[in-house]
């Protein structure tokens, strides 16, 4: 059986690879576009969802080796974005193999206990749902965004052979 853990990061990271080189083709006034619904500009929820892992692989324990960027700093270009998203996902498949237990996050007045399936399962679904956000943005512009499942990754890593329906 292919290794689960490191097939379901790779997915992840594949799909936000797809949609930044989907998007450094968009203009200033697309990258600043907005739906209802959504968590703000692509421009923002791009800067948003890729930043995130890096956190994410710090509440998981150890030190996260890539460029550092957070929410509300400058927009670090695409080059930044992609640098962290091929940096965290190896980084988030090492912890997910061998993190057991809880971890604790947030402020120092404030701090939350979290199981560490918690943070694995939330570094995947963050992503998600503000990739398709950024998708909905995308169409709303009249742009086919890029297919980013399971099914297209599969497709494209050869892990998916459909037949042959020439």
Same mark, same amino acid.
């Given at each position: 059986m292919a290794d689960f853990?490191?097939?379901i990061y790779r997915q992840n990271e594949w799909a936000t690879l797809r949609l930044l080189d989907a998007c450094r083709a968009l203009t200033d006034e697309q990258l600043d576009a907005r739906a209802v619904g959504a968590f703000g500009t692509v421009?923002?929820? @791009? /800067?948003?969802f890729v930043t995130a892992e890096q956190r994410?692989?710090?509440? @998981? !324990?150890? $030190?996260?080796? %890539? #460029?550092? +960027?957070?929410? %509300?700093?400058?927009?670090?270009?695409?080059?930044?974005?992609? *640098?962290?998203?091929?940096?965290a996902a190896p980084a988030l498949i090492e912890r997910a193999r061998n993190a057991t237990g809880t971890v604790t996050i !947030? #402020? *120092?007045?404030? #701090?939350? +206990?979290a199981d560490v399936?918690?943070?694995? $399962?939330q570094a995947l679904q963050h992503s998600t749902e503000?990739? =398709? /956000? +950024?998708?909905?943005?995308?169409?709303?512009?009249?742009?086919?965004?890029?297919?980013? =499942?399971?099914?297209d990754w599969g497709e494209?890593?050869? $892990? @998916?052979v459909l037949p042959d329906r020439a």
């Open positions: 853990i490191e097939g421009r923002e929820t @791009l /800067q948003h994410y692989v710090h509440h @998981l !324990g150890g $030190a996260y080796d %890539g #460029p550092v +960027v957070r929410d %509300g700093d400058p927009w670090p270009g695409f080059d930044t974005l992609e *640098a962290i998203a091929r940096t !947030g #402020p *120092a007045d404030a #701090p939350e +206990v399936t918690v943070i694995l $399962a503000h990739r =398709s /956000q +950024v998708c909905t943005i995308l169409t709303t512009l009249g742009i086919e965004p890029p297919g980013l =499942s399971g099914w494209a890593t050869g $892990a @998916l």
